[in-house]
């Protein structure tokens, strides 16, 4: 018998550590937040989920040097500035610092095309004589060390209009020749490769910007603070795997201690860790099988989820008596715990229906590990665990507590003042019942959102509500589009309904104006006699605009910049960052700072092309929370239905489905009345929560409805009970006090729905009444 | 200046606003206001966008400004801290050639020549590090500007102030 047991134990490890070695050979990690996200329906949605980490806005990182004196902090920023062009994880680095070398020089003569000069001018005699007038007043002015290195080749200064173009209409103040906050700060923007939310990419990036901060001489003494949507996604990546380390600390010592003092056996702690084990092992590796890439957020929501399976052991652990064997308890046990098992799977069953990617994946991970847990529960721990067990039902101080809770009144009435409460309670609560924004649940300290803001106005960074879309088949439309929204929007930001914005086309104007102002350049003979016509009384050597000739004749004959060509220099980034193919079309995104008036805004781009529109993100995700939500509700309708049929089923009796489903419903109401009497807004994770608990509270008012007319047997469930109660609130009792949002509603809201199902399936089971009839 | 063929003659006023704030105001060839201030040059001509830009990206001005304010506020220990000072005396007649300490200014600017008599300066020379040479001519000797200069002759003329 004891060979048998060992043969067993160590079959069982060794199916656990097949299990353990499939899952670390195949198991995919991924971090996109996205698959978390519900599944966009409308096109706005459709960019927004597409925004959402690889738009250009969510790409920059804001960054502040501090310390020093002026001199100082400029000479560092311009070195970051200067390491980080060279780094391919940066696609764009601005801080103020003029560079006409953004065209490099073999993109040099294209000048002619992308400037707007050519639209409205051409380079006649006049023209050029005027030109040329002005360059000589400007030598003799304090301008003249600035431009006499460009004259020979740009008499035109059309670096000088492009670079004017290319910078952001709303810069910062500028000392030393970099961008300064008001309060002495430099600042300098970069814009990551990788996208917003991606934790690996953006991680990398910071670290490597900090490494380049650090090699700088004379870093030293200065403070770099860096933010950003991708810095948040770091910093929230990494509260959350911190806190949920902690707190999954404290938990498995307060279970580990809890577990030694219901059952006083440190064989049977470690014995009834197996089926758990079991069953997230048996979850993973259900989901390597399923998908291609398991989420990070999915195995640690699923492992507290998988929390509830604890339970199938603890249940088999109290229920045993003297001189009965382990296998025979369970036989008893057996079905009262399939169908609790059916019913949480059921509840689970939700998930997969929300439609999200993620959420899915959760249910996938939660039903498997819940019937393997619950199975091997059955048919493989009794078969391990000692011949004899101490009964729990001679527990001092149990069965006084029974007694206790039998003396409780239990009016039949009870339900009623209850529920009344539960809907005065909800329907007077303050503020919105909804929490459709999905940032409320962003976990990030006040003082950074607002160093955040700060550093976003000083900057004149791009807005992230508001994005400008256009779409069209090619990239050359798009282009064109763009380039009919841009007096558009000039006129709104006199209008003062806007304080700027980018555009594609201000980087690459379309092909069509290409060609048209490559059409008016002159050729060689014909510049050349309009140059020295020109020329005729001003004091500047005659070959000395050789250059210029050399590059216009270049721009006439070049073949036109597509952003394939332009991709090349470090402006084709810039570009690139705002022009993608998806699919079979192109997109244009381009940002916006300083919205004041959004309808004024739309309607003016509506108005210049019908293939553009601005894209409100807040409202678009807003809209996408409103349409999961509707899905989830839907998922838990039906799963409820579906539960009371199950567990109507399962009693083969109206009048017990009623006890056993009546508290839990009325619990599950009054968690959220009572959250929502504290001013919480209910969001998504609020509804996954309550669904737990309503599983949890299940499995109390199953065990509690049991009719069974021994006391020693009632104490046991109580024993069973309690010993559950206590995990679940330890478990989700610290996780309400998370400071993230998303780990606290879910702890907060499970460990008051585990407190309320089971006082209610107390105050509600038909128990008493017998007991007293006995 | 080696991009022209011929000495470029500008002629106006040079105010001093007190601080490091210059203005130069020029009446021909053509009108025009300059503005040294906080570190911003900026730039007014007649029926034209004022256009400004950083001091910074133009260190030969920054030179002249540390010079000129100086020299006016007659700090020496100023113009000590940014050049090194060498002063020829001849009688009543001085010049004083600064030469930038700063290496990245040095690499512009080549060096300040300023000649005066008695307590007035008479003419400043700044030699840029590319050849070119600007020349202003102070004071009274302003007025002895000839129609057609010539590079050599301005200097001679500037020099000859010693």
Not at chain 1, 12 to 30: H, S
Not at chain 1, 38 to 46: E, G, H, R, S
Not at chain 2, 8 to 32: H, I, M, N, Q, Y
Request: hydrophobic letters at 50%; one cysteine or more.
């Amino acid at each position: 018998m004891r060979g048998a047991r060992l043969g067993l134990l160590v079959a069982w490890i060794a199916v656990l550590a097949l299990l353990g070695v499939l899952v670390a050979t195949q198991l995919k990690v991924g971090t996109d937040l996205r698959s978390f996200m519900p599944a966009p329906t409308t096109p706005d949605q459709k960019l927004l989920m597409e925004q959402v980490g690889e738009g250009p806005g969510s790409r920059l990182l804001l960054v502040a040097i501090d310390g020093g004196d002026d001199a100082a902090k400029a000479s560092l920023s311009r070195g970051l500035a200067q390491a980080l062009r060279k780094d391919p994880a940066f696609t764009q680095v601005v801080n103020g610092d003029f560079d006409v070398g953004m065209l490099d020089s073999a993109l040099l003569p294209y000048r002619y095309l992308l400037s707007p000069t050519l639209d409205t001018e051409s380079f006649d005699e006049a023209y050029l004589a005027d030109q040329l007038q002005q360059r000589l007043d400007d030598l003799g002015s304090p301008a003249a060390t600035l431009l006499k290195g460009l004259l020979p080749r740009d008499p035109t200064l059309e670096t000088l209009k492009l670079a004017e173009r290319w910078t952001p209409v709303r810069s910062p103040e500028i000392r030393e020749g970099v961008w300064f906050s008001s309060r002495g700060e430099a600042l300098l923007l970069a814009q990551t490769r990788g996208a917003g939310f991606d934790p690996g990419a953006q991680e990398q990036a910071i670290g490597q910007l900090r490494a380049a901060f650090a090699a700088l001489p004379g870093s030293g003494g200065s403070h770099l603070t860096i933010t950003g949507p991708g810095y948040f996604t770091v910093m929230v990546n990494a509260q959350t795997r911190d806190e949920a380390d902690w707190i999954g600390r404290i938990s498995t010592i307060g279970f580990i201690v809890l577990m030694l003092a219901a059952y006083r056996s440190v064989s049977s702690l470690l014995l009834g860790a197996l089926p758990v084990a079991t069953g997230g092992l048996a979850g993973i590796a259900m989901l390597t099988v399923c998908f291609p890439e398991v989420h990070g957020i999915t195995l640690a929501f699923g492992f507290t989820l998988l929390g509830v399976a604890q339970e199938y052991p603890i249940r088999l652990l109290s229920h045993r008596r003297e001189g009965e064997s382990a296998v025979a308890s369970v036989r008893g046990l057996w079905p009262l715990l399939l169908t609790a098992i059916a019913s949480a799977c059921i509840a689970y069953l939700a998930f997969y229906a929300s439609g999200v990617g993620g959420l899915k994946q959760l249910a996938v991970f939660t039903i498997t590990g819940l019937l393997a847990a619950g199975f091997s529960t059955r048919y493989a721990l009794p078969y391990l665990l000692p011949e004899h067990a101490r009964d729990v039902a001679g527990m001092p101080g149990l069965a006084a507590f029974r007694t206790w809770l039998d003396a409780l009144p239990r009016p039949r009435w009870l339900p009623i003042p209850i529920a009344a409460a539960v809907v005065a309670m909800i329907a007077f609560a303050p503020g919105p019942f909804w929490q459709n924004d999905l940032s409320a649940l962003t976990p990030l300290p006040r003082d950074l959102l607002m160093t955040d803001a700060r550093l976003r106005g000083e900057l004149g960074a791009p807005d992230v509500r508001y994005l400008l879309v256009v779409q069209a088949k090619t990239a050359d439309a798009v282009l064109t589009a763009s380039a009919k929204l841009e007096p558009r929007l000039r006129e709104q930001v006199v209008a003062k309904a806007l304080d700027g914005f980018e555009l594609p086309s201000i980087y690459l104007p379309d092909l069509a104006t290409q060609r048209a102002r490559q059409a008016k350049l002159p050729d060689r003979p014909t510049l050349d006699a309009a140059l020295t016509a020109a020329l005729r009384g001003l004091p500047f050597r005659k070959d000395l605009f050789a250059p210029f000739v050399d590059d216009v004749e270049t721009a006439r004959t070049a073949p036109l910049l597509t952003p394939e060509m332009f991709a090349r220099s470090p402006l084709g980034q810039r570009l690139a960052a705002m022009l993608s193919a998806r699919g079979d079309h192109w997109v244009g995104l381009s940002t916006l700072s300083g919205v004041h008036d959004a309808a004024a805004v739309a309607a003016a781009v509506a108005s210049a092309d019908p293939s553009a529109r601005l894209l409100d993100l807040k409202e678009a995700s807003e809209s996408l929370v409103a349409a999961y939500r509707t899905r989830i509700l839907h998922a838990v309708l039906a799963a409820t239905l579906l539960l009371f049929v199950t567990i109507t089923l399962a009693l083969r009796s109206f009048r017990r489905a009623w006890h056993v489903l009546a508290p839990m419903t009325l619990a599950t109401f009054l968690v959220l009345a009572v959250e929502r009497m504290a001013g919480i807004p209910v969001s998504l994770f609020h509804l996954v929560a309550l669904i737990l608990a309503a599983g949890l509270g299940l499995h109390y008012a199953l065990f509690f409805e049991r009719d069974t007319g021994d006391p020693a047997e009632q104490r046991r469930t109580l024993h069973a009970t309690v010993v559950c109660v206590i995990a679940a609130l330890l478990v989700f009792g610290m996780l309400a006090w998370s400071s993230i949002p998303v780990l606290r509603a879910i702890g907060l809201t499970v460990a008051l729905g585990v407190g309320f199902h089971f006082c209610l399936s107390i105050l509600m089971a038909p128990h008493a009444r017998q007991d007293r009839l006995h | 200046m080696r991009v022209l063929d011929k000495p470029l003659v500008v002629s106006g006023e040079l105010a001093w606003l007190g601080g490091d704030r210059l203005e130069r105001r020029v009446e021909s060839p053509t009108k025009e206001v300059s503005t040294i201030a906080d570190g911003e040059v900026t730039q007014e001509r007649e029926g034209k966008k004022p256009r400004s830009f950083s001091l910074k990206r133009a260190p030969q001005l920054q030179v002249l400004l540390d010079s000129f304010v100086a020299l006016l506020a007659g700090d020496p220990s100023r113009l000590g801290q940014s050049f090194d000072v060498t002063l020829g005396r001849d009688a009543d007649r001085w010049r004083l050639t600064l030469t930038p300490r700063d290496a990245r200014i040095a690499k512009q600017i080549a060096g300040i020549h300023v000649y005066g008599t008695g307590q007035l300066a008479r003419c400043m020379r700044m030699d840029e590090s590319d050849g070119d040479t600007s020349i202003d001519l102070l004071g009274d000797l302003a007025a002895k500007m000839p129609a057609e200069p010539t590079r050599e002759g301005l200097i001679a003329q500037c020099g000859g102030a010693m």
